[in-house]
């Protein structure tokens, strides 16, 4: 009678050790598709970011850039006092895009495509070195980053958003993410990016196609038109 109940005993805590361990290891698997499906989670919405440009004599100009994205397809818009709007259509997978100009000459759609490499390789003249901490950005948390540039009087913190969100600017391919602040060298002057806005919602599918009275040219095509 006793060995019965030794057995059922054994049985019992052999199968409740088995239940445990299945129990645990389908928490960790649950709680690893959760980790990877909101890391991979895709962002479609809008981002507004105020533009600083502060040039060779220190004068500052104020402008402003809004991005339209349904994470495939981005809608680029550019606003300055010197040019006005300014829209460039990128497909993200594809790596090509479409930058819409008007002028007395027409409508025009320019292609451009940016899988197509140099045959000289150029180095960056900027580095990179994270930081640790995060901090506030337009009601998110953004991730630091310290870049040194030889124009720089000194290293400029970025800020950058990495889970669940893609490089929509297709600049810095070293930071793994979305820039919300960052600064662009020019050969006149600096740009300095913030993010003023971010609305998640989905956008218009017709921001993300080509007029219909936009006129599809390559680079050297448009220059001819244009020189006529």
Same mark, same amino acid.
């Given at each position: 009678?006793?060995?019965?109940?030794?057995?059922?005993?054994?049985?019992?805590?052999?199968?409740?050790?088995?239940?445990?361990?299945?129990?645990?290891?389908?928490?960790?698997?649950?709680?690893?598709?959760?980790?990877?499906?909101?890391?991979?989670?895709?962002?479609?919405?809008?981002?507004?970011? *105020?533009?600083? +440009?502060?040039?060779?004599?220190?004068?500052?100009?104020?402008?402003?850039?809004?991005?339209?994205?349904?994470?495939?397809?981005?809608?680029? +818009?550019?606003?300055?006092?010197?040019?006005?709007?300014?829209?460039?259509?990128?497909?993200? &997978? &594809?790596?090509?895009?479409?930058?819409?100009?008007?002028?007395?000459?027409?409508?025009?759609?320019?292609?451009?495509?940016?899988?197509?490499?140099?045959?000289? &390789? &150029?180095?960056?003249?900027?580095?990179?070195?994270?930081?640790?901490?995060?901090?506030?950005?337009?009601?998110?948390?953004?991730?630091?980053?310290?870049? *040194?540039?030889?124009?720089?009087?000194?290293?400029?913190?970025?800020?950058?958003?990495?889970?669940?969100?893609?490089?929509?600017?297709?600049?810095?391919?070293?930071?793994?993410?979305?820039?919300?602040?960052? *600064?662009?060298?020019?050969?006149?002057?600096?740009?300095?990016? +913030?993010?003023?806005?971010?609305? +998640?919602?989905?956008?218009?599918?017709?921001?993300?196609?080509?007029?219909?009275?936009?006129?599809?040219?390559?680079?050297?095509?448009?220059?001819?038109?244009?020189?006529?």
């Amino acid at each position: 009678m006793t060995n019965k109940l030794y057995i059922i005993h054994s049985m019992y805590y052999s199968n409740f050790f088995q239940i445990i361990v299945l129990s645990t290891t389908l928490l960790l698997l649950s709680k690893a598709n959760i980790s990877f499906s909101q890391t991979q989670k895709a962002f479609t919405g809008m981002l507004e970011f *105020s533009i600083i +440009e502060i040039n060779a004599t220190n004068n500052t100009d104020t402008n402003k850039m809004t991005i339209y994205t349904n994470d495939t397809i981005t809608r680029i +818009e550019n606003f300055t006092k010197k040019i006005g709007k300014q829209v460039t259509i990128r497909h993200i &997978k &594809k790596n090509k895009s479409y930058q819409l100009i008007t002028n007395s000459k027409g409508k025009f759609a320019i292609q451009n495509n940016h899988n197509k490499k140099d045959s000289i &390789k &150029k180095e960056t003249p900027y580095s990179f070195k994270k930081k640790l901490f995060k901090k506030n950005i337009a009601g998110k948390k953004a991730n630091r980053i310290l870049v *040194s540039h030889p124009n720089f009087q000194q290293p400029v913190e970025f800020l950058y958003l990495k889970k669940g969100y893609k490089n929509y600017l297709n600049i810095f391919p070293e930071i793994p993410g979305l820039l919300v602040k960052y *600064s662009i060298i020019k050969q006149d002057c600096i740009l300095n990016y +913030e993010l003023r806005k971010i609305i +998640e919602y989905i956008p218009n599918k017709n921001l993300f196609g080509i007029p219909s009275d936009f006129q599809k040219v390559s680079i050297k095509k448009f220059l001819e038109q244009i020189t006529k």
